[in-house]
Structures are given as C-alpha cells and as structure tokens.
Nanobody, 116 residues
Framework: QVHLVESGGEVVQAGGSLRLSCAAS????????MGWYRQAPGKQRELVAR???????VYATSVRGRFTISTDNAKNTLYLQMNSLKSDDTGVYYC??????????WGQGTQVTVSS
C-alpha cells in the first residue's frame, strides 16, 4: 500500500483557482497510474483526471480545458491545477494510485468548496 497525503483544498470563489497536491510515500515513476477523483455531497465518487506511467492523460468532460494534472517525480508528488472553478466543482478530492502490482491506494481527501 502506498501512503498518500492530499493538501490544497480550501474555500474559493467561483472563477478562482486552486492547486491540489498529493504526496506519495513511494517512487511515483514506478506507479502504473495516478489520478484525482472527487465526491460531491450525495453523489458517487467520479474520476476528475488521470495520468498513466507513459504520461498519457484523461480528463472528465466537465473539467477539460480548466484542470491540469501533472507530476513532479523528484518530489513524488501529484498535482491538480484547477482554474475557472465552478460551484459544481465542490466536493472532496481524493488522490489515487495504481502501483506496479495493480494495487489501489487512496488518500484521505481534501475539501474543495467553490462559493458562487
């Protein structure tokens, strides 16, 4: 299991920006994929963005063009840059890793609240 710690969530006004960080306990270059998911109140957890070991990325339609997922291999950290935030972006954001053994690990989540 990989230990993941998210940070960066806070209350922000609509139209604003935030950058979320996810620090991993292992070498992220060894992971098969890393991603960000979110869960809004009363809704299921959904994929926001994902980056695979070959650096290919996938974004939810609702965030494409506004959010950018990236990694810093030297810091073993995953980022999510979120711009032009909307109230629909409100939720708990979770970091996810699929390691070399195809095991899934999750962080504890960080709350993002977008006020309109």
């Amino acid at each position: 299991q990989v230990h993941l710690v998210e940070s960066g969530g806070e209350v922000v006004q609509a139209g604003g920006s935030l950058r979320l960080s996810c620090a991993a306990s292992g070498k992220i270059v060894s992971f098969r994929a890393m991603g960000w998911y979110r869960q809004a109140p009363g809704k299921q957890r959904e994929l926001v963005a994902r980056i695979a070991s070959g650096s290919s990325t996938v974004y939810a339609t609702s965030v494409r063009g506004r959010f950018t997922i990236s990694t810093d291999n030297a810091k073993n950290t995953l980022y999510l840059q979120m711009n032009s935030l909307k109230s629909d972006d409100t939720g708990v954001y979770y970091c996810n890793v699929v390691d070399g053994s195809y095991s899934n690990s999750w962080g504890q989540g960080t709350q993002v609240t977008v006020s309109s």
